[in-house]
């Protein structure tokens, strides 16, 4: 009897080795619907780099700080042996892959592939080019169709809204990638100051509109006026500039005039300045000859004194003795 069951669960495959075969059917068709470069684009996708083999759930895929994924087996290795990433080199502190994230979006992407939820052409797309991003555009959060997660991350650069899943596998941001990132609350506030913006620029550009609609209508009603008043409107403001310019070139004439007596009174001044100096140059030259001649007159006084003297004592001895001849 226990022979006989012993053969039964040799010919009756267990659970688990039906369901693996069932992957690997399913694995298999896959690649046979798959074109060349599809395939191609598969492995590169879905395969471990260093062993070439496809993540599954018994080959968890993992990341490295430096954003590149391997499976756990590949990484136990490397952390081992050299302690760094085998694509970029850079180095890594983590012990064994255990200590690593798993990456979940590709794992479920994977699973769903085998469990034929989804085909590989819509996760590859060949038709679209590499940068294109995979998630489409949304106008607000939701959830992500592709990750089935919520969209609570806004890509500045791409202009939609991603989920975390996202952030790994198509909207890498710094170092990894150029993508700009905000959450959501900080989108959301950006969101508001920029309608804030426009909102305050629409009403600037209506204000300015009504200002010039405004003055338009002042001069329509201007214009209606004049047309109302026809010609004796029209000659009554010849007449008002023609006052309002004689009126100027009175006042122009009376300014003239003050400037004409104000500059006689400062000739009659000048001219009176003028004959003060003349005069008292002429004193002072006139003094200058007195002292001169003062001058003189001392000299030749002191000059003739001697004979002065002698004709006194001559005049007085003749007046003495009565003889003119007396010497």
């Not at 309608?195 to 629409?202: H, M, N, T």
């Not at 300045?273 to 140059?281: D, E, G, I, R």
Request: charged content about 30%; glycine content about 2%.
């Amino acid at each position: 009897m226990s022979s006989l069951d012993n053969s039964n669960n040799e010919d009756n495959p267990t659970k688990d080795e039906t369901n693996r075969g069932q992957e690997i059917t399913n694995m298999d068709e896959a690649s046979k619907e798959n074109s060349p470069v599809e395939k191609i684009l598969e492995c590169m996708l879905m395969c471990c780099k260093e062993c070439e083999k496809r993540y599954s759930d018994e080959r968890v895929p993992r990341n490295l700080s430096c954003g590149h994924t391997m499976c756990t087996e590949c990484l136990d290795k490397c952390l081992s042996d050299q302690k760094q990433c085998p694509e970029c080199r850079e180095k890594q502190l983590a012990k064994s892959a255990l200590h690593l994230p798993i990456n979940y979006p590709l794992l479920r992407v994977i699973r769903s592939i085998l469990n034929k939820e989804i085909d590989v052409k819509d996760i590859i797309m060949p038709e679209i080019p590499v940068h294109e991003p995979v998630c489409d555009k949304y106008q607000d959060g939701g959830q992500c169709p592709v990750h089935s997660s919520p969209l609570v991350f806004l890509c500045v650069s791409c202009s939609m809204w991603v989920c975390q899943d996202c952030l790994v596998v198509d909207h890498p941001y710094l170092p990894r990638g150029s993508c700009k990132i905000l959450n959501l609350k900080n989108a959301m506030d950006d969101i508001k100051r920029e309608y804030k913006r426009k909102v305050e620029l629409s009403n600037s550009d209506v204000e300015s509109i009504h200002q010039k609609f405004e003055s338009v209508v002042d001069k329509n009603k201007m214009c209606s006026k004049f047309e109302c008043c026809g010609e004796r409107g029209h000659l009554r403001l010849v007449q008002e500039i023609d006052s309002g310019i004689e009126n100027l070139k009175r006042e122009a004439e009376t300014t003239v005039m003050k400037f004409r007596n104000r500059l006689n009174e400062l000739s009659e001044t000048v001219d009176k300045t003028l004959s003060q100096k003349v005069l008292t140059s002429s004193c002072e030259e006139l003094m200058v000859s007195l002292a001169k001649f003062k001058a003189y007159v001392d000299a030749e006084k002191e000059r003739s004194s001697p004979v002065n003297q002698n004709i006194y004592i001559h005049f007085r001895m003749v007046s003495t003795t009565g003889n003119p001849f007396y010497i």
